[in-house]
């Protein structure tokens, strides 16, 4: 789960980092309000959508008047800003953040996360922050500090500090830079936080050290024991099919293709998608509805797939093990007639009870698609998906 900005600030702050100061504004009215009770001269207005590289794609702004802020504010709101972290449909912004403009010295940039191949926390920094940290990724890989830290021990005072002399700190900053580094990685700990970007991390003239901007992302499977953090979800930014699988226990990504997928066992769901496209096909989902397939479960994840408008064909394939397939196939034969299916259908049962499944697929008289092996269904769904994209463009 991703939270905006001014959520992250917020959070960080709890935690002993310093940050500029700045208010939640929902509208042109608001944001120079909030303008008025920072004070000063120059405020950014800040674009609060889930993605990075929010400058480049004009969600930052610079005022130096209240008419600057309000016009800001103005171009903002409701405006779908495209970076390459939203892909080409983008995000829409319903919220701002106006913060004090901050008079900066040095940009570094400075992240948490958690790295699944060495089973360590990586604690990743530069001296070069800014918008173009990617690119510096690429082009000068030895100028990005990396650190591994055991859980079970824990970040240690020295690696603090040898982090701050990789960012190129100077002396009388380096206790506060311990400080910000711990209270970073205390927030990452408790918070149950996979991921937590500062860039840019910036050092004032006055030689402050200032979180500038902060990205956050939670670990799902945690949010039952973080209350207060899953009440900071913004589902506005989310997949909107991705929403209401969760919503229905179901274990659902979107993707760009167009043969939807309902498979049980996150192995097999993989292992079908890369043989949809080893056929010749795009998947247009991978859906997990686990080892409790009920006939109504089955029928809410056919409804998730197919309010995708993309799909041209769905694929069913179960493998049964704790599930049943007489118990699959009359959930989808319920779902079936209910919903008035509109696409092919292609079912591949294997498994507990597997001839009784495909009587009842046989005799429920459907037009249902039925296959034996992975590679058998994948094929079907491919040629399906491609009769009907066919039939489309002969009736244009």
């Not at 959070?11 to 509208?27: D, I, P, Q």
């Not at 209350?227 to 900071?232: G, I, R, S």
């Not at 229905?248 to 043969?259: A, F, K, P, T």
């Not at 408008?309 to 009359?330: H, Y």
Request: proline residues 3%; aromatic residues 4%.
């Amino acid at each position: 789960m991703d939270i905006h900005e001014y959520q992250a600030k917020e959070l960080l702050s709890g935690y002993g980092v310093k940050t500029a100061e700045g208010g939640l504004a929902y509208s042109p009215e608001d944001a120079v309000q909030r303008a008025r009770e920072i004070g000063g001269h120059i405020w950014a207005v800040k674009a609060q959508i889930h993605s990075g590289a929010r400058g480049k794609a004009g969600g930052i702004k610079i005022c130096k008047t209240h008419d600057e802020v309000e016009a800001a504010a103005g171009q903002l709101l409701g405006k779908r800003l495209v970076t390459h972290q939203t892909g080409p449909a983008g995000k829409v912004c319903s919220r701002l953040y106006v913060e004090a403009g901050t008079d900066i010295a040095k940009e570094l940039y400075f992240c948490f996360l958690v790295d699944r191949s060495s089973e360590r926390i990586v604690m990743v920094g530069s001296a070069q922050g800014g918008m173009d940290i990617e690119e510096l990724a690429v082009t000068q890989p030895d100028a990005i500090k990396k650190i591994y830290i055991e859980p079970a021990v824990g970040l240690q005072d020295f690696q603090a500090r040898e982090m701050a002399f990789a960012l190129g700190l100077d002396a009388e900053i380096l206790s506060h830079a311990v400080k910000t580094i711990k209270g970073c990685y205390r927030a990452l700990r408790d918070l149950d936080v996979s991921m937590l970007e500062i860039n840019p991390l910036v050092v004032t003239k006055g030689g402050e050290l200032i979180a500038l901007d902060a990205k956050m992302g939670i670990d799902d499977n945690a949010l039952f024991r973080q209350p207060k953090v899953a009440e900071l979800r913004d589902k506005t930014q989310e997949d909107p099919r991705e929403t209401a699988a969760a919503d229905r226990g179901l274990s659902y990504v979107g993707l760009d293709g167009d043969i939807g997928c309902m498979i049980n066992g996150a192995g097999l769901a993989m292992a079908t998608m890369d043989m949809i496209k080893l056929a010749g096909g795009e998947p247009a989902n991978f859906l997990d509805v686990g080892g409790g397939a009920s006939a109504e479960r089955t029928e809410k994840a056919f409804r998730l797939v197919l309010a995708d408008q993309n799909v041209k064909a769905m694929l069913v394939n179960i493998f049964a093990g704790i599930n049943r397939c007489d118990w699959i196939a009359e959930g989808v034969v319920q779902a079936v007639r209910k919903i008035d299916m509109k696409v092919p259908l292609i079912v591949r049962l294997s498994g507990t009870n597997v001839a009784e499944g495909k009587r009842i697929i046989a005799d429920s008289g459907l037009p249902i698609i039925t296959a034996d092996t992975l590679a058998e269904a994948a094929e079907k769904a491919v040629q399906a998906r491609n009769a009907v994209v066919a039939a489309a463009a002969q009736e244009k």
